[in-house]
């Protein structure tokens, strides 16, 4: 379970320690107002989301990751099997996402956290898709992932009934970002 290391940023495997500082994330309104139904992730939910995150790691060698600079926590980037959530998109396709508070956005720690991410996929998990899904309405996200390269596919219904737009990279279009 290796750490991600970039310019600015350590990208640590997901930790016992980021609990807390994932309940003060998913309570921030700036940021749970694009994650899934909108609304804050009560204690039980975090609690509940935190043993996953812990559990798919042990089960993968890869998952969600807490965002770290100059020591401090950011946000999370996350790497996960897209399964079911993504109508017409294969199970195996790995899914990316990042979220940060609201006082680090606009520095390029988003792009910086989920190129690094994209890359493990890539590179060291051999994917051949990965894909990113997000609110319409979040353009901040769009943006991202336009700048790792990725394309909007569609839009389509998310598991809480909101609508979300996927973007899609695939390994040959990775290659030629890269090279680019």
């Known amino acids: 379970m290796s750490e991600l290391v970039t310019e600015r940023l350590l990208l640590v495997p ?3 320690r980021f609990k807390d500082e994932l309940a003060r ?21 975090v609690e509940q ?10 089960a993968h060698g890869f998952g969600w990751r807490g965002i770290l600079g100059d020591g401090a926590f950011l946000g999370v980037a ?16 790995f899914e990316i996402g990042w979220w940060l ?28 898709r990965v894909v990113a899904r997000f609110w319409p309405e979040n353009a901040a996200s769009e943006r991202v992932a336009i700048r790792l390269g990725m394309r909007v596919e569609r839009e389509a219904v998310g598991a809480s009934g909101e609508r979300i737009r996927i973007c899609v990279l695939d390994r040959d279009d990775w290659e030629r970002h890269r090279s680019a």
């Open 101 to 128: 508070y609201p006082r680090y956005w606009g520095r390029g720690f988003a792009v910086e956290a989920a190129t690094a991410v994209r890359d493990d996929a890539f590179e060291r998990l051999g994917a051949e």
């Open 25 to 45: 994330l998913t309570s921030d309104p700036l940021v749970h107002r694009y994650l899934a139904d909108g609304r804050p992730w009560d204690a039980e939910f």
């Open 49 to 58: 989301r935190h043993r996953v995150y812990l559990e798919h790691w042990r």
């Open 14 to 16: 997901w930790e016992e």
């Open 78 to 93: 996350v790497l996960a099997y897209a399964g079911t959530r993504f109508p017409g998109v294969e199970s195996s396709a």
